[in-house]
C-alpha cells in the first residue's frame, strides 16, 4: 500500500502563485510515474502533469508555461509550481502514484486532494 497527502492548497487572486506538494509513504518501491489531476465541479477530470521516475515531464496544453512538475525522490514527495494562476484553474487537486505489482501491471493509488481557489 502507498498513501499519498497533498498540502499546499488555499485562495489566491489570480497571477499569484501557490505550491502544491505530495507526500508518499508505505510501501513506496517501485513507484513509477507520478502527477497531479484536477477536478472542478460541473467538469471532467484532466491529467494537469505527471512526472516519470527518470524526470520526463508532461503538461496539459492549458498549463504549459505556468505549471512545473518535478519530484525528489530521495525524499518521496513530488510538488506542483504554479505560477499566473487564472481563476479557470479553480478545481481540486488530487496527486497519484503508480506503482509495479507483482503480476507486471501497475496500480494507481490517489491523495486525498488539496483546494486551490483563484479569485479576486
Known amino acids: 500500500q502507498v498513501q499519498l497527502v497533498e498540502s499546499g492548497g488555499g485562495l489566491v487572486q489570480p497571477g499569484g502563485s501557490l505550491r502544491l506538494s505530495c507526500a508518499a509513504s508505505g510501501s513506496i518501491f517501485s513507484i513509477d510515474d507520478m502527477g497531479w489531476y484536477r477536478q472542478a465541479p460541473g467538469k471532467q477530470r484532466e491529467l494537469v502533469a505527471s512526472?516519470?521516475?527518470?524526470?520526463?515531464?508532461n503538461y496539459a496544453d492549458s498549463v504549459k508555461g505556468r505549471f512545473t512538475i518535478s519530484r525528489d525522490n530521495a525524499k518521496n514527495m513530488v510538488y506542483l509550481q504554479m505560477n499566473s494562476l487564472k481563476p479557470e484553474d479553480t478545481a481540486g487537486y488530487y496527486c497519484y502514484a503508480d506503482k509495479f505489482r507483482n503480476s507486471g501491471y501497475k496500480r494507481r493509488y490517489w491523495g486525498q486532494g488539496t483546494q486551490v481557489t483563484v479569485s479576486s
Open positions: 512526472i516519470a521516475s527518470s524526470g520526463t515531464t
